[in-house]
């Protein structure tokens, strides 16, 4: 015997819930806010879904048109978009990431952290405008991590890959620093200058990408408009 389907609501906000309150999807329109566009570019920005997931989370946003999914000319791999519907996600991811800043509680551990998501959001948000003109490559080493503790960013131009495997570069910077400081500076809870003062970031490289390091290393968009807005605050008398 069949299962009844479940009534549905006449609320809008548990309507909307059904929709997009899955974690995968979140993290899904998440990541393409942030400039994904391939299934690849998918799997690195939210490293712990599996295929099956991702592929049914997908198919999924595109039946509720929040994506769309288009075939690339002369490429076995498709584009996906975020559709106007998709894009007025904006303001509640923002808003969630807002409230996660200050409300939900980090417990720094390994086992805990997605290390490979991390790294897709500071290789998203390290500032190219402030690097040289050329190529620049970072070479990262999370000192307490077990597992994917050495990462290489690539920036030319508006270009910035991710690697996990030595991409055979000369590297213009080298920068080490456990997960949790990478964490305080990304979220601007450290400021990059006082990390490297006080030996939790140790950077060594060229002389003019060090010392101009408060210009280019990436931080949490969100976290850097709360910090703004708390420094434009009216001092209470």
């Not at 290390?115 to 970072?138: C, F, N, Q, S």
Request: overall charge negative; charged content about 25%; aromatic content about 6%.
């Amino acid at each position: 015997m069949s299962s009844k389907p479940e009534p549905s609501t006449h609320c809008p906000a548990n309507r909307a819930a059904d929709i997009i309150g899955d974690r995968w999807v979140l993290q899904i329109v998440r990541a393409m806010m942030f400039g994904a566009t391939r299934y690849s570019d998918m799997q690195q920005a939210v490293p712990r879904i599996s295929p099956t997931v991702l592929s049914a989370r997908l198919k999924q946003l595109v039946e509720h048109g929040i994506i769309v999914r288009r075939e690339s000319a002369g490429s076995k791999s498709a584009n996906y978009r975020l559709t106007p519907s998709g894009r007025e996600l904006k303001p509640l991811v923002k808003f969630m990431a807002v409230w996660g800043l200050k409300w939900a509680s980090r417990n720094i551990k390994e086992e805990n952290i997605d290390v490979g998501a991390l790294m897709w959001d500071i290789h998203k948000t390290i500032r190219t405008r402030e690097l040289p003109d050329g190529e620049t490559v970072l070479a990262i080493t999370l000192t307490d991590a077990e597992r994917y503790a050495k990462w290489w960013i690539l920036a030319d131009g508006r270009t910035v890959d991710l690697c996990s495997d030595n991409p055979g570069r000369d590297v213009d910077v080298y920068l080490a620093c456990p997960i949790e400081t990478l964490i305080g500076i990304w979220q601007c809870e450290v400021n990059v200058r006082n990390a490297m003062s006080a030996g939790a970031l140790v950077v060594d490289g060229s002389a003019d990408l060090v010392r101009s390091i408060d210009n280019w290393f990436p931080v949490s968009p969100v976290a850097n408009e709360l910090q703004d807005e708390a420094q434009d605050a009216p001092k209470e008398l």
